[in-house]
C-alpha cells in the first residue's frame, strides 16, 4: 500500500510544467544558457563578485610568493650565514614574507567580505521574486504543484545558489585560470614534455564532459527527490489525524522510508559518479607526470633538457595539480547549482493565463485600483447595478480535465439579493463560485460585475468588491483580530475596523473569540490555538462579512454549526444580506432559506431558478436534493414554536472554552 | 542524555524559536546534539574507519609524487648517466602505483563516505518521521508543519554537508600536521617551539569562532525554520490570501523573514570569513616568526642553513591543511546547531504514551466505559469535569450538545488522541492506555470533519483504511457510502491521481471516500465526529443507509449537527459544559421537553 505514495515520473506526455516530471536538461544548451537567465539578478553584484574575483587571484598570487620569498631569503642574505651577518638582508626577507603573509589573509578576508553580501542578497532577491510569482499565480497552479516541490526550489535550490555564488564560482574560475595558464606555461616551455602533459588533459576534458551529462541528470534527479520528500513530509503531518485514526503510521513510515531510500540510492549513484571523476582527476594527471618523470629523465640525460628544467617543469605540475583536483569538486558543485536555477526558472517561467488587463484596455474603473472601501467605488453609484453579477454562457474546465465542469451556464445575481446555488456534491457548484472573484477565470462565456467582464478588471479590484467564506476555512497563525480583518482595508481608521470587528463577530456567532485567553488577540491558526470546525467556520464567515463587499460569496457556510448557532447566525446574516448580493452554495433547507431565491445546478448546467417553494412544488430533481426526509416534509406542520427554539439558542451559544 | 531541569521542551513554537541561551541550557542542548551525533556514527564504525583509511592511503600516493620525482632527479638521472637505467624504471613503476593508488583510493573514499552519509541520514529521516507520528496530536497543534519540514529538509541538509565535506578527510589532516609537527621537533626542538606557540593563537581564535558560530548558526536554523513556516502556511491558504488580497502582506511579513535570514547567514559568513584568514594570519606569521628566529640563528652561527630550509619547509606544510581544518570545523558547528534542533524534536516525549506490557486484545467486542473522566486540555480548563458512562458492546451512541460541550473531546479519548486526567477510558473492560496502538486502532477507528487525502490514487486512499485490501473490497465500501458513482466517472476510476488530472473532489465527496476508509477498516467501535457535515442531503441518505447496515454489529458514537444522523441511534446523550443532562432514546427524548425536543423541533423548522 502506499499512503503517501511517492509519485514517480508519468509515464504519459506530462505537462510542460507538470512538477513531477523528472525533466530531461534541454540538451547541452548549457550552463551559459543558466547563467544568463541568472545575469539580471546578479548584475548589481557584479562589482562586489569580480572585486572577490580579484582578491582571490590576489590571495593565491601572495600565496605563491611566499615560497619564492623565502627562497630568496635562503639562497642570498642566508646563505654566507654566520660568515657575512647580513642583518639588513635578513630584517627584509622578514619583512618581506610578513607583507606577504599579512597580504595573503587580508586579501582572503577582503574576498569573503566582497562577496558575502552579494551571495546573500542576490538568494533573498531571487527567493522573493519567486514568492511574488507564486502568489501571483493562480490556484489551478497551486492545485497542480505539491507544496514540498516549491519548498525545496525556494529554500533548497537556492541555498545551493547562494554557497555557489559565494564559494563555487570564485572557486570555478581560479582554479580554471590556473590550469590553462599553468597548462600553456608547461607547453610553450618545456617542449616535448609539455606536449605530453597536454596530451593527458584530452582525456581528462573528454571525461569531464561525459560526467557533466551525466551527473546534471541525476543530480535533478536527486533534487527532484528531495521535493518529494518534503511533501511526503507535509501530508503526513496534515494528515497526522487521519494517520492516527486509523492507526496507519507505520504504514506510513514505511512509504516514507521507500522513498527515502530511493532518494539514498539517487545519492550513492551521484556519490559514485563523483568518484569515479574524482579518481580520473587524480589518476590521470598523475599517471602523465610519471611517464613525464621517465621521459624527463631519459632527455635530460641525453642532454635535452637541463635539470633545472625538468625541476621548473615539475614544480608547475605540482601547482596545477592542486587546481585540477578542486576541479572535481567545484564542477559538481556548478552542476548541482545549474540544476537550482533550472528547476527554479521552471516555476519563475509557469505561465499566469490569469492576468491583469494592461492599462488601456481596462474597464472604466475606479481611479485608485488601491483596495478600497466598497463606497469609494464610483461603481456603486448607480444603486441599482450596484454588485449584480451575472454569468454568461459560461464554460469552464480546468485545464487538465476532458470534460467541462460548467456547461453554458446562465445565472443573473440582481444587486442586493441573495441566491442560493443548490446542486449535488460535485455537481460544480464549489468551482461557480470561484469564478466570481477571479480565482478561476472562465473557458468560455464572460462573467460580468456591474456590467463589464471581471477579466477586463484587475484581479485586485474584482477581489475588493467579492468576499469569500470558503468550505475549509483557513486561518492564518495570527490573532482572531487579523483573521477576520483580512479583507478590511488597513487605512481604515482603527475605531471603524474595531466596530467591524465586532460587528462581523456578532454576526458570525463568535462570539467565543471574547473568551479566548488573549480574547480578539489570542493568537490561532497553525501555531496558535486549535479551535473546532465550527469555531473555524464562523471565523471564516465573520470574515467574509467584515469585508462589506458589493458581492458575497457562502460556500456552505454553516456546513459545521449545530442547529441552534445556525439559526442565530441565519437570523443576523439576513440583515446583511439585505443590502448585499450573494451567492450561497447550500445543501440544506435552512441555509436556503437566507436567499430570496434558488437556482439548481445539474451536471454543471443550471436546470431551474425560483424561489424554495416554487421550486419545491415544481421540480422534483430539486426536491430529491433538498428534502432530507421528503415524506416528513410532506407530513410535517409548519408550524414550530418559535419561542422555544429561542430559549434553546440562546442557552446553547454560550461562550465556548477552548483550549491553550 | 543529559538535559538541564530548567531545558524547556520545544513543544511550543516560541522556545524552539529561542536562540539565546544560558550557558547551562546552551550546553545542555549541544551536548544532546552530540550525542545524537556519537549515537548516528557509531553503527559505522567499521565504514569510518576504513574511510580513514582510504583517505590516508590516498594522501600518501600523492605525497609519495614530489618525492620520486626528486628522487628521479638526485639519483636516477646520475645513475642513467652511468648507463644504469635499473632505477629510473624502479621509479617510474612506483609512481605509476603511487598514482594508480591515489586515484583508486580516492575514488574508493568517496563512496565509502558517501554510503556511511547516505545510511546515516537515511536512519535519521526515519527516526524523525517515526517521532512524529508517534508524538501526540498535542504536540503537533502548535509545532506546526513547516517545523517539521524545515526539521526534515534544511536541518539534515547541514548534517549532510558536515558528513559529505569529509569527516574522515580530516583524519589526513591531522595526520600530516601531526607528522609534521613531530619531524620538525626531531629536526629542530627551537623550530618546534615556534610552531607551539601558534598553537595559542589559534586555540583562542577557534574559541571565539566556536562561540559565536554556535549563536549564529542557531539563530540561522531558527530563521531558516521560520521562514519555511511562514512559506508552508500562506501556499496552503493561497485561498484565502488571494481572496481576500492580501498578498501585500503576506509578501512583507515573508520578506522580513527572508531579511532575518540573510542577515543570520551573513553573521554566518561574517564570523566565518574573519576565522579562516585568522588561521591563513597566523600560519604566515609563524613561517615569519620561524624564519626570523631561524635567519637570526644561522647568522649567529648556531644554526645550518639546510636545517632552515627544511624547518621552514615543515612549518609551511604544518599550515597547508589548516583552512580544510577550518571549513570542517564551520561545517562542524553547523551540523550541530541542526542537530540541537532535531535532537529536541526527537527528544520530545507523546503525552500519550505505549504500554510497556500491552494487554492483548485480540478482538474487541466494543463495549466502552468511561469511568469517572476528568479532562482538561494542559493547564485550561475543565471540559469535562466528571463524566461516568457505559457504552455497551453494539449500542450507537448520538453525543449532543454546542460545540465545546465536550462531544469531541469524548471522541478524542475513545480513540486516545488524549488520555484523561483522572479517570479511565475501558475498552472491553481494559484500560486503553494499557493497549497497544496497533489492536487499539484495529479496534477503534474515527472519521473526522477534515477529511484528508494524500496524493495518490482513490484506491490508495480507500484503502489506508485497510492495507492490502483486494480492488473488491475497496469498491464494495465505496458502494456502501455511494461513492463508487463519483469514482467511476473519474477519468481513471479507482487509479485517478486525487491531485492531477480529473481528481479534484469536491469537500462532499472528500467526505465520503473517507468514509469509505472507515467502513473498509471494519471497526469494532467506530467513531464518527462531524463526518457528514459537508454532504448534500442525497448523500447523507445514502451514508445513512449504508450506516444502518454498518453500524448493526459495532459500537459507534456519532457526533453531528445534523438531527438526521442522530436519529438512527439508539441511544442520545445531551451534553453541556461536560455533564450529561440528558440520556434516554431519540423516541423517549424528543417526547419529553427536554433540551433534545427543542432541538429536534428547531431541527425539523430547519428543513423547510
Redesign the interface.
Known amino acids: 500500500?502506499?499512503?503517501?505514495?511517492t509519485?514517480p515520473p508519468s509515464p504519459a506526455p506530462a505537462l510542460p510544467d507538470d512538477p513531477r516530471n523528472v525533466s530531461t536538461p534541454p540538451a547541452d544548451l548549457s550552463t551559459f544558457g543558466s547563467v544568463r537567465r541568472l545575469y539580471p539578478f546578479v548584475r548589481p553584484a557584479l562589482p562586489r563578485l569580480v572585486g572577490g574575483l580579484l582578491s582571490a587571484l590576489g590571495a593565491s598570487l601572495a600565496a605563491l610568493m611566499?615560497?619564492q620569498a623565502?627562497k630568496w631569503?635562503?639562497n642570498g642574505?642566508?646563505?654566507a650565514?654566520?660568515l657575512e651577518?647580513?642583518?639588513r638582508g635578513?630584517a627584509i626577507?622578514?619583512g618581506l614574507?610578513?607583507v606577504?603573509?599579512?597580504g595573503?589573509?587580508?586579501l582572503?578576508?577582503l574576498r569573503?567580505?566582497l562577496v558575502?553580501?552579494p551571495?546573500?542578497?542576490v538568494?533573498?532577491e531571487m527567493?522573493?521574486a519567486l514568492?511574488?510569482h507564486?502568489?501571483?499565480l493562480p490556484?489551478a497552479f497551486?492545485?497542480?504543484w505539491?507544496?514540498?516541490q516549491?519548498?525545496?526550489r525556494?529554500?533548497?535550490d537556492l541555498?545551493l545558489l547562494?554557497r555557489w555564488l559565494?564559494f563555487g564560482v570564485l572557486q570555478l574560475v581560479v582554479s580554471i585560470t590556473t590550469v590553462v595558464v599553468g597548462v600553456g606555461i608547461l607547453v610553450a616551455s618545456a617542449g616535448w614534455l609539455g606536449l605530453v602533459y597536454l596530451a593527458g588533459a584530452i582525456p581528462v576534458v573528454v571525461i569531464v564532459f561525459r560526467f557533466s551529462r551525466k551527473y546534471r541528470l541525476i543530480s535533478r534527479l536527486s533534487q527532484d527527490q528531495?521535493g518529494d520528500?518534503?511533501?511526503t513530509?507535509?501530508?503526513?503531518?496534515?494528515?497526522?489525524?487521519?494517520?492516527?485514526?486509523?492507526?496507519?503510521?507505520?504504514?506510513?513510515?514505511e512509504t516514507?522510508?521507500g522513498q527515502?531510500?530511493e532518494l539514498?540510492r539517487t545519492?550513492?549513484r551521484?556519490?559514485?559518479v563523483?568518484?569515479?571523476l574524482?579518481?580520473?582527476l587524480?589518476?590521470?594527471p598523475?599517471?602523465t607526470?610519471?611517464?613525464c618523470?621517465?621521459l624527463?629523465?631519459?632527455l635530460?640525460?641525453d642532454g635535452q633538457v637541463t635539470?633545472g628544467d625538468?625541476?621548473m617543469f615539475?614544480a608547475t605540475t605540482?601547482v596545477i595539480?592542486g587546481p585540477v583536483v578542486d576541479l572535481g569538486m567545484t564542477l559538481s558543485m556548478t552542476l548541482n547549482a545549474r540544476t537550482a536555477v533550472d528547476r527554479y526558472f521552471e516555476v519563475m517561467d509557469a505561465r499566469n493565463p490569469l492576468t491583469d488587463p494592461a492599462q488601456d484596455d481596462a474597464a472604466p474603473a475606479p481611479a485608485d485600483s488601491a483596495?478600497a472601501p466598497a463606497t469609494a467605488d464610483p461603481a456603486t453609484a448607480d444603486p441599482a447595478t450596484a454588485g449584480t453579477v451575472e454569468l454568461r454562457d459560461v464554460t469552464f474546465r480546468?485545464e487538465?480535465?476532458?470534460?467541462p465542469v460548467l456547461e453554458h451556464v446562465h445565472l443573473v445575481l440582481p444587486a442586493g439579493t441573495t441566491t442560493a446555488l443548490v446542486?449535488?456534491?460535485?455537481s460544480g457548484?464549489?468551482t461557480l463560485a470561484m469564478l466570481v472573484?477571479r480565482?478561476f477565470d472562465v473557458t468560455d462565456g464572460e462573467v460580468l460585475l456591474d456590467g463589464v467582464d471581471v477579466r477586463h478588471r484587475t484581479?485586485?479590484q474584482v477581489?475588493?468588491a467579492?468576499?469569500?467564506a470558503?468550505?475549509?476555512p483557513?486561518?492564518?497563525?495570527a490573532s482572531v483580530r487579523e483573521n477576520v480583518l483580512?479583507?478590511v482595508p488597513?487605512e481604515l481608521a482603527a475605531d471603524e475596523r474595531e466596530a467591524r470587528l465586532h460587528e462581523a463577530l456578532e454576526v458570525a456567532q463568535a462570539r467565543?473569540a471574547a473568551e479566548l485567553p488573549q480574547g480578539v488577540e489570542t493568537r490561532i491558526?497553525?501555531?496558535?490555538l486549535?479551535l473546532?470546525?465550527?469555531?473555524r467556520q464562523r471565523l471564516a464567515l465573520a470574515?467574509a462579512v467584515a469585508?462589506r463587499p458589493r458581492v458575497l460569496v457562502l460556500d456552505?457556510p454553516l456546513?459545521?454549526?449545530?442547529?441552534?448557532?445556525?439559526?442565530a447566525v441565519t437570523e443576523r446574516l439576513r440583515d446583511v444580506l439585505r443590502t448585499t448580493t450573494s451567492l450561497v452554495i447550500a445543501?440544506?433547507?435552512?441555509t436556503v432559506?437566507l436567499a430570496d431565491r434558488v437556482a439548481v445546478l445539474r451536471d454543471g448546467r443550471i436546470t431551474a431558478v425560483g424561489t424554495h417553494s416554487e421550486l419545491l412544488a415544481t421540480d422534483p430533481h430539486y426536491r430529491?436534493?433538498?428534502?432530507?426526509?421528503e415524506e416528513?416534509?410532506a407530513a410535517?406542520p409548519?408550524d414550530?414554536?418559535l419561542d422555544?427554539?429561542e430559549?434553546?439558542?440562546a442557552?446553547?451559544?454560550?461562550p465556548?472554552?477552548?483550549?491553550? | 542524555m543529559t538535559a538541564a531541569p530548567e531545558t524547556r521542551r520545544p513543544t511550543d513554537a516560541a522556545s524552539d524559536d529561542e536562540t539565546r541561551l544560558d550557558k547551562a541550557t546552551s550546553r545542555a542542548v549541544r551536548s544532546r546534539s552530540l550525542s545524537l551525533l556519537g549515537n548516528l556514527l557509531r553503527p559505522h564504525g567499521k565504514g569510518l574507519t576504513w574511510s580513514g583509511a582510504l583517505v590516508v592511503a590516498s594522501t600518501a600516493g600523492q605525497v609519495a609524487g614530489p618525492w620520486l620525482v626528486a628522487l628521479a632527479i638526485d639519483d636516477a638521472l646520475p645513475a642513467l648517466r652511468d648507463g644504469n637505467p635499473g632505477m629510473l624504471v624502479a621509479i617510474g613503476a612506483g609512481y605509476l602505483v603511487a598514482a594508480v593508488v591515489a586515484g583508486l583510493t580516492i575514488g574508493a573514499y568517496r563512496r565509502s563516505a558517501a554510503r556511511i552519509a547516505q545510511a546515516v541520514m537515511l536512519e535519521l529521516r526515519r527516526r524523525v518521521f517515526r517521532q512524529t507520528q508517534r508524538l501526540s496530536l498535542e504536540f503537533h497543534e502548535s509545532y506546526t508543519s513547516g517545523r517539521i519540514i524545515s526539521r526534515q529538509t534544511s536541518d539534515l541538509e547541514a548534517l549532510r554537508e558536515l558528513l559529505d565535506g569529509g569527516l574522515t578527510g580530516v583524519v589526513s589532516s591531522l595526520l600530516v600536521m601531526a607528522f609534521t609537527f613531530v619531524g620538525l621537533t626531531l629536526l629542530d626542538w627551537r623550530s618546534g617551539l615556534v610552531l607551539a606557540a601558534a598553537f595559542v593563537p589559534a586555540w583562542f581564535l577557534t574559541r571565539w569562532f566556536q562561540a559565536r558560530s554556535r549563536v549564529y548558526y542557531r539563530e540561522q536554523r531558527t530563521a531558516s525554520a521560520r521562514l519555511i513556516v511562514k512559506f508552508v502556511e500562506t501556499m496552503t491558504g493561497m485561498r484565502a490570501v488571494q481572496a481576500f488580497r492580501r498578498e501585500s502582506t503576506t509578501e512583507a511579513a515573508y520578506e522580513a523573514l527572508g531579511d532575518e535570514y540573510r542577515e543570520a547567514n551573513l553573521r554566518i559568513f561574517g564570523v566565518n570569513g574573519r576565522y579562516q584568514p585568522g588561521l591563513v594570519l597566523i600560519g604566515n606569521m609563524t613561517v615569519v616568526a620561524a624564519l626570523a628566529v631561524g635567519g637570526w640563528r644561522v647568522l649567529g652561527g648556531s644554526m645550518e642553513v639546510g636545517v632552515l630550509v627544511a624547518a621552514l619547509l615543515y612549518v609551511k606544510r604544518f599550515f597547508f591543511p589548516i583552512q580544510q581544518l577550518g571549513m570542517f570545523y564551520n561545517a562542524f558547528q553547523s551540523a550541530a546547531a541542526a542537530l540541537e534542533k532535531v535532537s529536541g524534536l526527537l527528544a520530545e516525549e507523546p503525552t500519550v504514551v505505549e504500554p510497556k506490557q500491552p494487554v492483548p486484545l485480540p478482538a474487541a467486542r466494543g463495549g466502552l466505559g468511561l469511568d469517572h473522566v476528568r479532562f482538561q486540555y494542559g493547564d485550561g480548563p475543565v471540559v469535562l469535569p466528571d463524566l461516568d458512562l457505559t457504552i455497551p458492546a453494539g449500542q450507537t451512541l448520538a453525543l449532543v450538545g454546542t460545540t465545546g460541550a465536550g462531544k469531541s473531546t469524548i471522541a478524542k479519548l475513545v480513540t486516545r488522541f488524549y488520555d484523561p486526567t483522572e479517570g479511565a477510558v475501558r475498552l472491553d473492560g481494559v484500560d486503553v492506555r494499557d493497549l497497544a496502538s496497533r489492536d487499539l486502532r484495529r479496534a477503534v477507528v474515527m472519521v473526522t470533519q477534515e477529511a484528508y487525502l494524500f496524493s495518490g490514487t482513490v484506491r490508495e486512499n480507500i484503502a489506508l483504511g485497510r492495507p492490502g485490501a483486494t480492488q473488491d473490497q475497496v469498491e464494495a465500501a465505496a458502494r456502501a457510502v455511494g461513492a463508487h458513482e463519483f469514482v467511476m466517472a473519474m477519468p481513471e476510476g479507482y487509479d485517478t491521481d486525487v491531485n492531477k488530472r480529473g481528481g479534484r473532489v469536491s469537500a462532499g465527496q472528500r467526505q465520503l471516500l473517507s468514509f469509505a476508509r472507515a467502513f473498509l477498516a471494519d471497526p469494532a467501535v467506530l467513531v464518527l465526529d462531524e463526518a457528514t457535515s459537508s454532504l448534500d442531503m442525497p448523500g447523507e441518505r445514502l451514508v445513512q443507509h449504508g450506516l444502518q447496515t454498518l453500524l448493526a454489529d459495532r459500537t459507534a458514537i456519532i457526533i453531528a449537527h445534523r438531527l438526521s444522523t442522530v436519529a438512527i441511534a439508539d441511544r442520545v446523550l445531551v451534553l453541556e459544559h461536560g455533564r450529561i443532562v440528558e440520556d434516554g432514546t431519540p423516541a423517549e427524548l424528543i417526547a419529553g421537553e427536554g433540551r433534545y425536543a427543542a432541538l429536534h423541533a428547531a431541527w425539523r423548522d430547519s428543513l423547510v
Open positions: 500500500m502506499r499512503v503517501m505514495p509519485t611566499i615560497p623565502l631569503a635562503v642574505p642566508l646563505a650565514g654566520a651577518r647580513d642583518w635578513l626577507a622578514v614574507v610578513l606577504l603573509g599579512l595573503e589573509a587580508g582572503i578576508l569573503r567580505t558575502m553580501f551571495g546573500t542578497r538568494e533573498a527567493r522573493m514568492f511574488r507564486l502568489q501571483d490556484i497551486h492545485d497542480r505539491p507544496g514540498g516549491l519548498l525545496s525556494i529554500m533548497g541555498g547562494r559565494i528531495s520528500l518534503a511533501t513530509v507535509e501530508e503526513s503531518v496534515h494528515g497526522i489525524r487521519v494517520l492516527k485514526a486509523f492507526g496507519r503510521g507505520r504504514d506510513a513510515l516514507f522510508t527515502a531510500d539514498r545519492e550513492m551521484k556519490a559514485s563523483d568518484a569515479g574524482m579518481t580520473s587524480t589518476l590521470i598523475e599517471v607526470i610519471a611517464v618523470v621517465v624527463g629523465t631519459l635530460a640525460a635539470v625538468l625541476v615539475f605540482a595539480n483596495p480546468y487538465d480535465a476532458e470534460r446542486g449535488l456534491t460535485g457548484k464549489s472573484p480565482l484581479r485586485a477581489r475588493a467579492i468576499a469569500v470558503f468550505e475549509d483557513t486561518l492564518f497563525s483580512l479583507g488597513d467565543f491558526g497553525e501555531e496558535g486549535s473546532s470546525g465550527g469555531q470574515r469585508a456552505d456546513s459545521a454549526l449545530d442547529v441552534a448557532t445556525e439559526e445543501h440544506r433547507p435552512s432559506a430529491h436534493i433538498i428534502s432530507s426526509l416528513d416534509y410535517h409548519h414550530g414554536d422555544d427554539v430559549d434553546v439558542t442557552e446553547l451559544t454560550e465556548e472554552e477552548a483550549r491553550p
